[in-house]
């Protein structure tokens, strides 16, 4: 979502404000912005609806030096997307704020503020914030103390990044509940929501800690805690990073991480199958005392942890229960004694998956396990057992590698605790085995692309679709129903297939596609009467079934065949194909694949 970039250096700062913004771009924005302290000591700014690219050439056109500066990528929650509610926001030409995050309580402190006779300009909760700080300086605070005056008010989550024009070379940044981290340097110290944002100038970082307040200068960082402490925070020095090479051969990010899952599962699997080391130190102790499995996720990983429900229960014989993240922290549930809680997130700072994974009853959790694709992020810094996915970075918002990835976490999950728990049921080469045949299907799936692309034209002028699956491939149906909608716009909902005669059925007509996904399983005869009864509405039907499932293409029944492979893999499979279902749709509609509108990629407030 909104992205931060701070820096205080002895040199001019601005292209390196502006390369990361860049780099946050994959985040999903609406608007942007960049405010430095010039040479001459004025706090200067530009502010510009869409793309960085458009306040790139804002200041190509009129240049803004200076060695301290803050920049922000705008994901629009109060107030629509225009210049006056981008970051950062400057009150009387003082006082500069970007924030990521909510200020929930932003009304009450907005009606106190125009007691004062100060009037917001904006409809956004951060304005706010930016004139209670400027009031505080007025009054006579230093940057640091007016920003401790402050917080103690604000009810929500912040990432904040503050310059004060009267102290032109510090920037004051505070975090609670949303993502911030210090870049170190020689000569120039940096702060950002995202180390992605930063790895142009250093590889060196400190993570801050929810309550932290940092001031940060050309020279020197100090951080006090949540109580107004000194606190240490420890460095950390990531490896280097290959620079991205861009699109390579494809259009689109989201077509190249397509085909990168085979390269991408291969690396997420030769952590361990079936071992526990892969899972971390303490992994061999826990997983024979797990009684239960409770997953906490949202949005796609939601869908690989309902995949996961069924390896779990059906080889390691434990219970599972797979929560919608954002809804789990507010209801009452039950926990039961020793759960593994495992928390699923691409980015790791899904702010409504970890303030699940914090809500889950402590005296009956035996550990939290992060599945993850970034190091050293929140998720994984708060969990005591790890499994980081290997999908490199992902661009596209419309996530791909990151959910296979998952499901090749998550199988290897359920086979350590069947080792442990039903032995029985799973032999350990025949579930590695699966596991190395997913990046092999992977790669034999990608060969019918062009299959897919012609199949896509069915699409393109539609306005519905269903997607309809059964057991395992029910989760499998929803990832691709999501997709198609995120990506094409095109409304789009996905249900067990036996459930068509109650309800949905009333929906099937010429212009509603229905697509299946139609492996060959035990549940494949019900699955083909399902179908006839779409067939029987003159619904037009896109079956994609396994090559020996029998199904065969005829009036108003188009089938493409997919590559035979284990029951393990199958949902890597027919998961890639609807992925690139729904790209050459979206395409083919002209949408913006890598960057739809009004979502981010990575979900960073409530």
């Known amino acids: 979502m909104c992205g931060i970039v701070a820096v205080a250096a002895r040199r001019d700062c ?20 960049v405010a430095l302290i010039d040479r001459s000591g004025r706090l200067s700014s530009h502010k510009c609806l869409g793309r960085v690219a458009a306040l790139e050439a804002a200041h190509a056109d009129s240049p803004i030096q ?102 032109p070379n510090t920037i004051v940044v505070a975090r609670q509940g949303s993502p911030l981290v210090l870049g170190i340097g020689i000569g120039e110290h940096f702060a950002g929501s995202d180390t992605r944002a930063l790895r142009s100038v250093t590889d060196t970082f400190v993570y801050l800690e929810d309550g932290d307040i940092a001031e940060i200068t050309a020279d020197r960082y100090s951080i006090l805690n949540a109580a107004g402490e000194p606190a240490h925070r420890a460095r950390t020095r990531l490896a280097l990073q290959a620079e991205d090479e861009g699109l390579g051969r494809h259009d689109h990010f989201m077509l190249k991480e397509i085909f990168e899952q085979p390269a991408r599962l291969r690396d997420t699997v030769a952590q361990g199958a079936g071992s526990d080391d892969a899972f971390g130190v303490d992994a061999s102790t826990l997983f024979p005392r797990v009684a239960a499995v409770r997953i906490l996720a949202c949005g796609t990983s939601y869908h690989a942890g309902l995949v996961a429900r069924h390896w779990i229960e059906s080889l390691a014989r434990l219970p599972c229960q797979v929560e919608v993240a954002s809804e789990y922290r507010y209801r009452e549930s039950v926990t039961l004694p020793n759960t593994l809680a495992v928390g699923i997130s691409q980015s ?27 190091d050293h992020s929140a998720m994984v810094r708060a969990s005591e057992l790890v499994y980081l996915t290997q999908a490199g970075t992902e661009i596209g918002v419309a996530s791909t590698k990151a959910f296979t990835t998952q499901l090749a976490a998550l199988l290897n999950l359920a086979l350590c605790l069947a080792l442990h728990h039903a032995p029985e049921t799973v032999s350990q080469l025949e579930v590695a085995e699966a596991l190395e045949e997913m990046a092999s299907a992977a790669d034999a799936v990608l060969k019918h692309d062009d299959r897919i692309k012609a199949l896509s034209r ?16 029910h989760p499998i149906a929803m990832e691709g129903a999501l ?26 007509d010429e212009d509603m596609p229905v697509v299946a996904v139609a492996p060959d ?86």
């Not at 997709?483 to 099937?508: F, M, N, Q, T």
């Open 483 to 508: 997709k198609l909608k995120e990506i094409s716009y095109i409304h789009a909902e996905a249900y067990p297939a036996g459930e068509l005669k109650h309800g949905p059925l009333a929906l099937v």
């Open 348 to 374: 790791g700072e899904t702010a409504d998956t970890l303030a699940a994974l914090e809500h889950t009853d402590s005296e009956r959790v035996l550990a939290r396990l992060a599945i993850c694709n970034v």
């Open 14 to 33: 601005s292209d390196i404000l502006l390369e990361g913004l860049r780099r946050l771009e994959y985040r999903g924005y609406d608007s942007a912005g």
């Open 521 to 606: 399983d035990q549940l494949m005869g019900k699955l083909r009467s399902n179908l006839e009864e779409v067939r029987a509405r003159g619904g037009q039907l896109f079956v994609f079934a396994s090559e020996n499932a029998g199904y065969e293409s005829g009036p108003s029944c188009e089938v493409l065949e997919m590559p035979a492979c284990s029951a393990l893999a199958g949902p890597v499979v027919f998961t890639i194909a609807l992925q690139l279902l729904s790209y050459h749709v979206a395409v083919a509609r002209g949408t913006d694949v890598d960057k739809p509108r009004n979502l981010a990629k990575s979900v960073t407030v409530e």
């Open 66 to 167: 200076g060695g301290t500066g803050i920049a922000h990528t705008r994901w629009a929650t109060h107030g629509e997307p225009s210049v006056v509610n981008a970051h950062p926001h400057i009150i009387n030409d003082r006082i500069a704020v970007v924030h990521n995050g909510i200020i929930e309580n932003h009304g009450a402190l907005r009606q106190g503020l125009s007691s004062e006779g100060r009037d917001c300009v904006s409809d956004t909760d951060t304005e706010v914030v930016a004139h209670l700080i400027e009031s505080a300086v007025v009054a006579g605070s230093g940057l640091l103390a007016a920003v401790q005056l402050v917080l103690p008010k604000l009810e929500g989550a912040y990432a904040l990044a503050i310059v004060d024009r009267e102290s």
């Open 458 to 473: 069915h699409f393109t002028n539609k306005q519905h679709a269903l997607f309809l699956g059964r057991g395992i491939y």
